[in-house]
């Protein structure tokens, strides 16, 4: 299985914001598709900071 896990969870993120966007018809599940494509792609990137709690 070649699958690499990123996408995976690229696709399940993307899914579900396009879900929850679906009430607005076609644009807000192809915005909700985007914005989750970006979230993951910002976080992947590395242009998050690590926060520490402990």
Known sequence: MGTEPMAIASYALSGM???IF???GKVGVIVGFILG???LAY???GSTR???IL
């Open 17 to 19: 914001l396009a879900g």
């Open 22 to 24: 679906s009430k607005l």
């Open 37 to 39: 494509n970006g979230i």
């Open 43 to 45: 976080v992947t990137t």
């Open 50 to 52: 690590n926060i520490n």
